[in-house]
């Protein structure tokens, strides 16, 4: 099915004037949301990479976490009233 461009009216804030839209049909309901950007086509290896931060697994992130809630638990610890 070839669709045509397809205009949003005005008074859908989520939609943007210009922007790409997903039209899919199922079972009677048509539903319209925004077109996502392609990840692949938007960022390279080396530019998705250093978006991760400066975790190699995601066991080392969870494990910096850890620490952090720990410390900040350690820090906000209230004394038990007397």
Do not use: W
Not at 48 to 61: H, S, V
Request: glycine share 4%.
């Amino acid at each position: 099915m070839k669709l045509k461009e397809f205009s949003p009216p005005c008074r859908y804030p989520e939609f943007k004037s210009g922007q790409e839209l997903a039209i899919k049909a199922s079972g009677g309901i048509i539903t319209i949301v925004p077109k996502l950007p392609d990840v692949d086509e938007e960022y390279t290896l080396a530019e998705r990479r250093a978006l991760a931060g400066p975790f190699a697994t995601a066991e080392e992130f969870v494990a910096d976490l850890h620490r952090k809630k720990a410390k900040l638990t350690a820090k906000t610890h209230n004394p038990p009233r007397k």
